[in-house]
């Protein structure tokens, strides 16, 4: 019964996790009361629709439409709009220099993994061995994104407000191929290492100010200090609003006294610094009121008061550091403020955005080691007189296995690329990125196991370990359900602006008679089934022209449906989770084949040696993409046993609730 009164509030939170500013105000033209201020867990949905002002013009119009116009493909394909700036041609954004600069640490951080790092030791130690941690620290793996100046390799991240790296930091994409490399050795000390700066110490480098950066990124970026990254409560997992640890200022303002406790932080029990957020009494300026907002800070272990709880017994990433962390009266001078007081979340949404695509990165590495296991396997192991892999199980098997590596690294740099490029529009890509990757190299993984039989599932070839390590990827840094339904709604609130801005212009219809005939046009053949004149002509392959009206056809299929599901939901499309986790994998199937799409059209353009090949891949993906989006999208306009289903899977989880499991009895009867 809790989930069921809970479930219309989790819809209302997920937009935050995009870090989006946004006023709550109407969706679909229907008005309720703004609000100052939105908790992560309490109105965050609310935005699913920003009421643009009414327009006298059809000039006006399309002049604040066009400034507005979001840049992302992601956001496009929910309006039924085909923006191709961020995904075509396939982004190449490093020039000789940084390729060089890549080439001369890739080397070496392969060689550390392959000849000092011993995956199976960290995991059976349950700590990664002292001479890795000294090794990754003398290669610079705790400082890649830290500026060199301030001691690290320079795989810059810029801050907030900043203009672009200079040519000599380290872009997203060159930090994305190291990932990469370590997520293909060992995860357990990948999330070591990222655990430290892709979310521990990235609120400095995002949000510091100068004397933060210069007093504390040095240490970092050496190794010297670990940092962690404190949100998750005993009472907040994706509520992140519910957290209880307080920051209470002191009388004359000069520090702030912190309490309360996180749980499950990585490095929680390694750390020296510590990124953390709690709540802050904030004085709204304008009406006096006093009000608890989320405020990150920079604490120090050595300010006294902060302890840590022994390492958790885990299932999987068992090298990692995993321990709860108490503060108990801790005095956090008020310069180590992180951000604004009050803007915590802001910081949080920030570093969990730009950290997400990492993991993608990571988990094509993963799976790249996976299937060379189940590829060694195959053309060696002999059954019923033949080699396994001339087998066509087998062979579909290892297919869909380079498929779905083939998707994760496209993504995994497509988003890389993009941020490179300065896009700040990339959180639907990001989240699509972690949810595929992540089930990706699950069901990779599993399937290597498979091919390689009880050899699979023994502990010396490793893949058990592989399988343990990565369950938690689809649990941490946004589960994937609540990230479905973040893709979702964002997607359609960007969505719900614009036939709100039609409705605006139907007031006055002659002076936006241009907009309106031309959308109106566009939504008639969509739904008449004749398209709406969209291509992708001209952006794909000539080779790959197929699946290039298979991705658009399935863009005006999915386009159609969230009109209609918004039309007919409204502001309650936020409760509507069966339908949201729907559209969500039909987003992400349709991103899926774009980045395919252009990926391989890339490679048949250079002439690359692989290019027929992954044209197979792209092409394979495509094929199956647009069946799941066609079949699903049918199903939630025009199929009436869908609401039936959805009926019943509450009813059916309702009486397992009330029964506290089972309801069913033995077939014995006893």
């Not at 996790?17 to 229907?30: A, E, I, N, T």
């Not at 041609?89 to 011993?118: A, C, H, M, T, W």
């Not at 190291?178 to 430290?196: F, K, P, R």
């Not at 209609?564 to 987003?587: P, S, Y």
Request: glycine share 10%.
């Amino acid at each position: 019964m809790q989930a069921a009164r809970t479930a219309p509030r989790v819809g209302r939170q997920l937009l935050r996790l995009g870090g989006r500013s946004s006023r709550p105000c109407d969706l679909l033209g229907q008005p309720r009361p703004c609000t100052a201020q939105r908790s992560y867990a309490n109105g965050a949905a609310q935005a699913v629709l920003d009421k643009p002002d009414s327009l006298s013009s059809e000039a006006s119009t399309s002049e604040k439409r066009a400034k507005a116009e979001s840049k992302s493909f992601a956001v496009g394909m929910f309006k039924g709009h085909l923006t191709t700036d961020q995904v075509f041609p396939y982004p190449s954004v490093l020039n000789e220099e940084q390729i060089q600069f890549l080439k001369e640490l890739v080397g070496p951080v392969s060689r550390f993994f392959e000849e000092v790092n011993d995956p199976a030791k960290n995991d059976m130690l349950e700590q990664v061995e002292e001479p890795t941690m000294q090794g990754l620290k003398e290669l610079g793996a705790f400082g890649l994104q830290v500026p060199s100046e301030l001691g690290g390799v320079g795989l810059c991240n810029t801050q907030v407000g900043e203009p672009a790296p200079h040519p000599r930091c380290l872009l997203f994409l060159q930090y994305a191929r190291l990932v990469e490399i370590v997520g293909m050795y060992d995860l357990g000390v990948g999330i070591t290492l990222g655990a430290h700066q892709s979310i521990g110490f990235k609120g400095i480098l995002l949000f510091g100010t100068k004397a933060q950066r210069e007093k504390y990124l040095p240490k970092l970026a050496s190794g010297e200090t670990i940092a962690a990254f404190c949100l998750t409560e005993p009472s907040s997992g994706s509520d992140a609003a519910s957290i209880r640890t307080s920051a209470v200022p002191s009388p004359c303002g000069k520090y702030y006294t912190l309490n309360g406790s996180k749980i499950w932080i990585s490095n929680g029990g390694l750390a020296e610094i510590f990124t953390v957020f709690a709540k802050t009494p904030v004085t709204d300026v304008a009406t006096g009121a006093v009000k608890e907002k989320i405020t990150a800070f920079v604490v120090e272990r050595g300010f006294g008061g902060v302890t840590h709880g022994p390492p958790e017994k885990k299932m999987g990433i068992k090298a990692s550091n995993t321990a709860e962390v108490y503060f108990d009266g801790v005095r956090v001078p008020s310069e180590n403020v992180l951000g604004e007081v009050g803007g915590g979340f802001k910081v949080a949404m920030h570093i969990l955005n730009n950290g997400r695509f990492g993991m993608a990165a990571a988990l094509a590495g993963t799976m790249k080691g996976i299937i060379a296991k189940a590829v060694d396997h195959a053309a060696n192991r002999t059954q019923f007189g033949e080699k396994i892999h001339n087998f066509g199980l087998i062979q579909e098997k290892l297919a869909r296995m380079a498929m779905l590596h083939y998707v994760t690294e496209s993504m995994a740099y497509m988003v890389s690329a993009n941020m490179d490029q300065g896009s700040t529009d990339f959180q639907i890509e990001a989240a699509i990125s972690k949810i595929f990757g992540s089930e990706a190299a699950w069901k990779v993984t599993d399937e290597c196991i498979q091919i390689m039989g009880g050899m699979g599932f023994m502990k010396e070839p490793g893949v058990e370990r592989v399988l343990r390590d990565l369950r938690i990827f689809r649990i941490f840094e946004g589960t994937n359900d609540i990230l479905r339904l973040f893709v979702a709604l964002q997607g359609c609130m960007d969505k719900g602006k614009e036939l709100s801005g039609l409705g605006n212009a139907l007031k006055n219809p002659f002076g936006n008679a241009g907009l309106l005939l031309g959308e109106a046009g566009k939504q008639l053949r969509r739904r008449a089934g004749l398209g709406s004149g969209l291509s992708l002509s001209g952006n794909v392959h000539p080779e790959l022209s197929r699946s290039g009206e298979l991705a658009v056809q399935a863009l005006e299929q999915f386009a159609t449906v969230v009109e209609a599901k918004l039309m007919k939901h409204k502001k309650e499309i936020v409760n509507e989770q069966f339908v949201l986790q729907r559209l969500a994998d039909g987003a992400i199937d349709l991103y899926a084949m774009v980045v395919v799409l252009s990926r391989a059209s890339r490679s048949l353009s250079e002439g690359h040696p692989t290019a027929q090949h992954e044209k197979m891949l792209c092409d394979s993906w495509c094929i199956e993409a647009a069946a799941r989006i066609r079949k699903n999208m049918v199903a939630l306009q025009s199929d009436p046993q869908q609401q039936e289903l959805f009926r019943n899977f509450k009813s059916i989880s309702k009486a397992l609730v009330e029964r506290g499991g089972v309801v069913t009895s033995n077939p014995l009867g006893f």
